[in-house]
């Protein structure tokens, strides 16, 4: 019911930047886009950034000041703009979003992650 397309990883050099995006495909009911995790290798998943319904975010200590989450106003696409970037930013990103579909069950949605590798 709902797919969700991670986009902007790449490779780049420390101090460099990103721009990430996730887009919703689905129009069909309102999905809520929540929230940037990542994966290292040999690491577990861990929230990067997160939105919440009136704006509010918050961020993993160790990104604090680097990156930055939004929505855009549609509630469609979801951003991380990841500035300064570490090599131990290097890291599968996916986004993450939940909704209620019109059966009134309760769905999340993750999408298939884009990579992020910084180089030193």
């Known amino acids: 019911q709902v797919q969700l397309v991670e986009s902007g990883g790449g490779l780049v050099q420390a101090g460099g930047s990103l721009r990430l995006s996730c887009a919703a495909s689905?129009?069909?009911?309102?999905?809520?886009?929540m929230a940037w995790y990542r994966q290292a290798p040999g690491k577990q998943r861990e929230l990067v950034a997160g939105?919440?319904?009136?704006?509010?975010?918050n961020y993993a200590d160790s990104v604090k000041g680097r990156f930055t989450i939004s929505r855009d106003k549609g509630k469609t696409t979801l951003y991380l703009q990841m500035n300064s970037l570490k090599p131990e930013d290097t890291a599968v990103y996916y986004c993450?979003?939940?909704?209620?579909?019109?059966?009134?069950?309760?769905?999340?949605?993750w999408g298939q992650g884009t990579l992020v590798t910084v180089s030193s």
């Open positions: 939105i919440n319904s009136d704006g509010g975010t």
């Open positions: 993450n979003a939940d909704g209620i579909t019109p059966e009134l069950r309760y769905l999340e949605a």
């Open positions: 689905t129009s069909t009911f309102r999905v809520n886009l």
